[in-house]
C-alpha cells in the first residue's frame, strides 16, 4: 500500500486495501472524512505501474479545481483535463473529466471506439457518485457504471446515503467485485447552535447532552404587515456578529435567494470583520485578479471583500465566484453568503456553516429540505487539521419549530434513488452495437431496475389494502342466500320500475286532461308495468331491511375492484418502467425512419452522437435546412432559443429579434408541434425549448458588443447569460464533430464559437 505522510484514517486504511487486492469499491463517508486520499492511493499505483487513472466529478469548475490540484501536485505533464470547454493532455496517466465525457467515451462516440479510449486505464473514480439522485443527470452515473468494462476497476465516492449496501451490492452485479467501506467517522465533529431571535446577542446550543432539544430555545412569533406574515429582515447581522465574537470564522451562510445573498452581504459589510492588514492584502489580491480579468473593474461587490464578505450563487459571472473561492480560502473573506449550490463538492472549507431557514421554495411551492441536503450543508463546517469543532448554526424563523429542526439534524441521510432514463441518443447508441435482447439486458442492469422492489413496496402496500377491502365486502352475507348478481338485477329491474311507473302517470294525465280513453299500447305499458312490479316482489329484497347496506357493500367493492385494476396496472407498469421507455423512444425514432430492422440509419446515427435535453428535436431541426444560410450571430442566437429553459426567462424580452432568427423560430416551432404530437402518441416526455429571452443578447455579443453593454439591456444575473450562452458553445461544438453536418453550417458554428468565446465567457 502506497505510504502516506500522515497516519491513515482506519476506513481509508481499509479501502486501500480493497484497491491493492483488485477490487472495486463504494466509500460512503461524511463531507470532509477525506474520501480524496482513497483517490490519491490509486492515482499513485496507476502512476508506479504506467497505469491511467480517469477522475470524473459532475462539475465542470470541480474538474478544474481537480485539475489544478493533481497538477500541482503530480506535474502538469501527467495531468489531462476533459470537459465540454476544455482538452489539454488527454493522452496523460491522470485525466480528469466530467462524468458526461466518460459516458460520451463508453458509447464510443465523438471521442474514437471505446477500446482506444479505455487502453490502460487501470481506474475510473467517480467523485460524487451521491449525484445519481439528481433529477436531470443522475442517469449519467448509472450508465457510466453499467457500460464501464469489467476490467477496470470502479472507485465510486459519495457522501452519507441510506442505502449504500444496495449501491453496491447494484455495482456488484453489473460490475464487477465491489466492497462498501461505510462510515460515520468526522475528523471534525459538528456541534449544534440555534439563533433565537428574541436572545440576540447569544447562539443556543440546539441539543442537549442527551440528544434531545435545549428546552431554552423559543419558536420565533410571527410579525404581521398588513395582514400578512412576515419573515424578520436581517437577522444575518446579528447571527454573523455572535460567529465573530465567538472566534467561530469563517462561515458559509446558506441561504435560499439569490437576492437575499446580495442583501445580507450588504448588511453584513457594516461589520468590522477583518484587520487593516488582511484588507490591504484583498486590494492587492484583486487588483492583481482584475490586471488579469479586466472585464471585472467595474464590479459592485469589490468594496463587499474589502469589507471582508461576498455573495456566491448562479447569477454571478464564473470568474468573479473564483475570486471569492481564492480569497475565502485564504482566510480573508470572513462570511459568504451562498445558495446551495455551494454545498456540491467546491472545497471551500469554513469554520462554521450558517443555514438560514430548513425549508427552500421549489418550483411545485415550499418544502422541508431532505436530511442529505441538510448534511451536505452542514458538512461544509469544520477545516481538517484547522479546527478541533466544525459548527453549524440554524436560524429561527417563524415558519419553523425548533422540534422540526432538532428531528431534522437528528435525521438519516436520504437513500440513493435511481433516476435512470433511456433517452434517444441512449437508443440509437445501444442499437448501434447490440440487438434488441442485448438492449434490453443493458437497459435492465439499471439501479433503477434492481431497486425497483423498494420503489413497487408502497404499490403492493395498497394493493394488498385493497384486497382487504375487496375480501371484507365479499363476506356480506345475505339471509336468503341471494348473490350479488340476484341483488343486481333485482335493483336493474326496480329502478326501471319505478322509471316507468313515473312515465305511465304522466300520460295517464295528459290523456285524462283530453278526455281521451288510453291507447291499446298505452294500456301494453300498464300492463308489463304491473309485470315488473310482480317480478320485484318476488325477490325477498323487496321486504329486507338490509337491502340497502347490501347495495352500498357493493357500490364499495366495485370502487376497490377499480382501484385494484388500476394498481396492478400500475405495478406492472413499474416493473418494466425503463423498458417501456426504451421501447416507447424507439417507435417515435422508426415513425421518423432513423431506426430501420432495429438499426439506426445515417441520420440516425448523427442522432446517437448529440447530447442536448431532446436529442432528436435538435436533429429535426438541423435536418430541417433551416439553419443553413444564417450568419455565425443568427446561428447562435436560434440556437440559444432552443436550449434555453430556464423558468426565470420564461418571457418575452424587452430586445427585438432580427427579422432572419424570427423567420427561423416560426418554422421551427412548426417542428416542434410536430415532434410533440408523435412523442405524445408513445406517451414520451421529453422537453423541447423555445425561449428566445437571452437569443437578442447573444446575437449583440457575437456581432462584437462589449459586455457592459449586454448586461445594461437586461435584469438577468450575469452568471444566467454566461452559462446560456455556455450551453450554446457546447450545442455548436458538437455541430463540428458529429457526422452529416453540412459543411457550411460547420464553418458557421466555428465563426460563432470563436466569437462567443471572449472574457467573461470563456473563463471557468
Known sequence: ????????????????????????????????????????????????????????????????????????????????????????????????????????????????????????????????????????????????????PTNVQIIALSATVANADKLTEWINTVHSSTELINTDFRPVPLRFYYFD????????????????????????????????????????????????????????????????????????????????SERAEIQRIIDDYIAENPYLYNNKHIEYLLQGVASHHAGLLPGWKVLVEKLFKKGLIKVVFATETLAAGINMPARSTVISSISKRTDSGHRTLTPSEFLQMSGRAGRRGMDEIGYVVIVGTAFQSPEEVAELVLSDANPLESKFSPSYSMVLNLLQRFSLEEAKELVLKSFGYFSSGSRIEPLIKIKEFNQEKIDECNSFECWCKRTNE???????????????RKTLKVIQKQEKKKNRPLSPEIIEFSNKTKEMLNRMHSYECDTCKLFKKHMKTIDVLFRYLSK??????????????????????????????????????????????????????????????????????????????????????????????STKVRKTLNKIKDIKRDVDKKQKDYDVEDPMYINGFYSPLIEMWVNGAEWDTIISDIEMGEGDIVRSFKRVVDVLRQFCTIQNIPEALVFTAREAIENIQRSPIDVD
Open 564 to 657: 385494484q385494476k388500476q394498481m396492478e396496472h400500475e405495478i406492472e407498469k413499474q416493473k418494466d418502467i425503463f423498458w417501456n421507455k426504451f421501447l416507447a423512444h424507439r417507435a417515435v425514432l422508426q415513425e421518423y425512419d432513423y431506426i430501420k430492422d432495429d438499426y439506426p440509419t445515417e441520420e440516425g446515427v448523427t442522432i446517437s452522437q448529440i447530447r442536448s435535453e431532446n436529442e432528436l428535436f435538435l436533429a429535426r431541426v438541423i435536418f430541417s435546412g433551416v439553419l443553413e444560410n444564417l450568419t455565425p450571430a443568427e446561428l447562435a442566437s436560434v440556437i440559444c432559443a432552443i436550449t434555453t429553459e430556464d423558468i426565470r426567462a420564461d418571457m418575452l424580452s424587452s430586445l427585438p429579434f
Open 197 to 276: 431571535s428574541s436572545q440576540r446577542d447569544r447562539l443556543l446550543p440546539l441539543l442537549t447532552p442527551n440528544g434531545s432539544l435545549n428546552k431554552k430555545i423559543k419558536p420565533e412569533k410571527r410579525e404581521f404587515h398588513r395582514g400578512k406574515t412576515v419573515q424578520k429582515k436581517y437577522v444575518s447581522k446579528d447571527v454573523v456578529r455572535n460567529l465573530y465574537n465567538q472566534n467561530m470564522l469563517p462561515a458559509i451562510y446558506f441561504t435560499f435567494s439569490r437576492k437575499k445573498c446580495d442583501e445580507q452581504m450588504e448588511k453584513c459589510a457594516e461589520l468590522d470583520l477583518i484587520t487593516p
Open 486 to 500: 340476484d341483488l343486481l338485477e333485482y335493483n336493474k329491474i326496480r329502478d326501471l320500475y319505478v322509471q316507468n
Open 1 to 148: 500500500m502506497y505510504e502516506f505522510p500522515f497516519e491513515l484514517d482506519d476506513f481509508q486504511k481499509e479501502a486501500c486495501e480493497c484497491i491493492s487486492n483488485g477490487k472495486s469499491v463504494v466509500v460512503c463517508a461524511p463531507t470532509g472524512a477525506g474520501k480524496t486520499v482513497i483517490a490519491e492511493h490509486a492515482i499513485h499505483i496507476a502512476l508506479e505501474e504506467g497505469k491511467k487513472v480517469f477522475y470524473t466529478t459532475p462539475l465542470k469548475a470541480l474538474s478544474n479545481q481537480k485539475y489544478n490540484d493533481f497538477s500541482e501536485k503530480y506535474g502538469a505533464d501527467k495531468v489531462g483535463l476533459l470537459t465540454g470547454d476544455n482538452s489539454y493532455n488527454r493522452g496523460a496517466q491522470i485525466v480528469v473529466m466530467t462524468t458526461e465525457v466518460f459516458r460520451n467515451m463508453l458509447y464510443g462516440t465523438n471521442f474514437g471506439s471505446v477500446t482506444d479510449n479505455l487502453k490502460d486505464v487501470r481506474y475510473v473514480i467517480l467523485d460524487e457518485v451521491h449525484y445519481m439522485n439528481d433529477e436531470q443527470r443522475g442517469t449519467v452515473w448509472e450508465e457510466s457504471i453499467i457500460y464501464c
